[in-house]
């Protein structure tokens, strides 16, 4: 009897079993097709169905993966222009910039004729330790041939980078030598300092220069700090101009270390995300400094943070041009190719609640990328009248007037200096003949500049040298038609230029920071404020009409 019930009910069974698969595999179908591409899907998705209709159907073979690759950065241009995709290098190469350091071999590189030259060996890197120079020139990488193959920079450094330990043996040419020398060269963790000086600017003044906002940077900040203390520092100069920013947490850690207890640093908000706010703790050990931050048209991102938190609060004088302009928050969301998009979760806003994003238009990327040229054109680096700052107006703490929408405008405007600029000039700088010229000069006088300590001994020799003379020689035959009466008007800006750069090639870089803020204006002017007691913004005189009774 059971027997036979059983097998009454098989059909049944089976029927039942093949409908829940077709329904099942109709769900599966329709919602997790495109699981291979790695993109989300939803109940009104075409983008899946075009994608598999293209795999299907299309007159010819298609590479979908490469096909998705293109499509995920437009697809995100349209929401706004710092959502972004990252295929799995770039996002390494931008973690990695992030971190704070790298494993490879310590040096730093530039390519000039095909060939890869070394500018600068990092102290106590394994560059340093086999025995590498500057000035060297790195013909071969393992196997692989460098010079000569038209290899771009990032290419080289690809060859020289690797894991901590293992080993690249480098063919090297240098200046004196017939033949190719050998080096074998084991990898290490190289730091990535985004604190590239910290020196005094007078016998009380300080001055720290920040070029973005890593992992690494908040203890990097307090490390100079304490350099500075001991050097016996009163007044303090932060120079953010040119930083494009990093991670927001670390601009908030730099700020605590300025700002007293309970202090509004920013806030953010989403339509996802509810408002979120971030306050000092009262920890911070430089709390009545006196404070100058200087920012440019570059200063973007956690720059503005840290530099808008200082200007709200009334804690120190903003010096320079108008920030960039980028109030929105990206968040991370990595694929498990290793790419991953950086999507636009919330906006920022500093704590007058002003948002100090500048206006853009969804899938108009082109035109938001040359604002900047845009202001340069409007005469906006060399005037503060030619600035246009239309959008909300906010209060500081003590009742000074401070705009959104369009970054951070600074306490004070120091113009773009233009009068020695000529389309010579220009021209030279363009053309990289002033870094070629830099680097050959370096080489040819290696010797003697390495032992010269001061930049004073240092710009004595090159003007013995004549070398803007023997600049302008060198560039007339690489197609630079010599202009005298050009070059004697930019006569200064050529012989900073090169100063500058032979500096940079064989000195530590705080040494190259400081010769160039010698005679920088902005950093002058920083230096002008905090000796005039200046630091900390007052607050606006009321009207004295509006004061009777």
């Known amino acids: 009897m059971n027997q036979n019930n059983s097998s009454r009910f098989t059909p049944l069974l089976l029927a039942i079993c093949l409908i829940a698969g077709i329904l099942i595999g109709t769900f599966y179908a329709n919602h997790f097709s495109g699981n291979r591409l790695n993109i989300i899907n939803t109940s009104s998705n075409k983008v899946n169905d075009l994608l598999r209709i293209i795999d299907d159907q299309y007159v010819d073979t298609v590479n979908m993966t490469e096909l998705v690759e293109m499509a995920m950065p437009r697809i995100l241009s349209e929401l706004d222009p710092h959502s972004a995709y990252l295929r799995a290098k770039e ?38 330790k086999v025995g590498l120079l500057a000035g060297d020139r790195i013909i071969s990488a393992d196997s692989q041939q460098l010079a000569g193959q038209k290899i771009a920079i990032e290419e080289c450094i690809k060859y020289l980078k690797g894991e901590k330990g293992s080993k690249v043996k480098l063919g090297i040419r240098r200046m004196g030598e017939k033949e190719i020398l050998y080096f074998t060269v084991t990898r290490e963790d190289i730091p990535v300092h985004s604190v590239e000086a910290a020196y005094m600017l007078t016998p009380e003044t300080g001055y720290v220069k920040i070029k973005s906002f890593s992992e690494t940077t908040y203890p990097e900040l307090l490390v100079a700090l304490a350099k500075l203390e001991q050097q016996g520092f009163k007044n303090l100069v932060i120079d953010l101009r040119d930083n494009t920013g990093g991670i927001m947490q670390t601009a908030i850690q730099m700020t605590n270390i300025f700002l007293p207890k309970n202090r509004l640093i920013l806030y953010t908000e989403g339509r996802k995300f509810p408002r979120e706010e971030y306050r000092s703790d009262g920890r911070g050990a430089f709390q009545n400094l006196p404070l100058v931050v200087l920012i440019n048209e570059s200063s973007a991102s956690a720059s503005e943070i ?121 021209e030279a700088m363009w053309s990289g003949l002033i870094h070629q010229y830099a680097l050959n000069f370096t080489d040819a006088h290696r010797k003697e500049l390495n032992g010269m300590d001061t930049n004073k001994e240092i710009v004595r020799f090159l003007k013995q040298q004549n070398i803007v003379g023997k600049f302008a020689d060198f560039a007339q035959q690489r197609g630079l038609r010599r202009r005298n009466l050009m070059l004697y008007k930019s006569r200064h800006l050529f012989e900073r230029s090169l100063c500058a750069a032979i500096i940079n090639n064989t000195k530590e870089v705080e040494q190259f920071y400081e010769y160039i803020n010698s005679d920088d204006p902005v950093v002058n002017r920083a230096v002008t404020i905090l000796a005039e007691g200046k630091a900390f913004p007052e607050a606006p005189q009321k009207d004295n009409a509006s004061t009777r009774k």
Not at 102 to 123: C, E, H, P, W, Y
Not at 335 to 362: H, M, V
């Open 91 to 128: 996002a390494e190469a931008s973690a990695e910039s992030l971190k704070g350091s790298f494993s490879g071999i310590g040096v730093s590189l530039t390519m000039q004729n095909d060939t890869a030259r070394i500018i600068n060996i990092i102290k106590g890197g394994p560059a340093e």
């Open 306 to 426: 840290f530099a808008g938190a200082i200007q709200d609060n009334d804690r120190g004088t903003i010096v320079g041009r108008r920030s960039f302009g980028k109030g929105l928050v990206q968040q991370p969301i990595e694929f498990r190719d290793g790419s991953l998009i950086r999507l636009t979760i919330a906006r920022y806003y500093t704590p007058s609640g002003r948002c100090i994003q500048k206006p853009y238009e969804r899938g108009h990327g082109e035109e938001y990328d040359n604002d900047l040229l845009e202001r340069y054109e409007r005469g906006e680096f060399f005037s503060q009248d030619s600035i246009k700052q239309s959008g909300p107006q906010f209060k500081t703490r003590l009742g000074r007037t401070v705009y959104g929408s369009g970054g951070i405008m600074p306490d004070v405007f120091i113009p773009e200096d233009t009068s020695e600029i000529t389309s010579y000039y220009k």
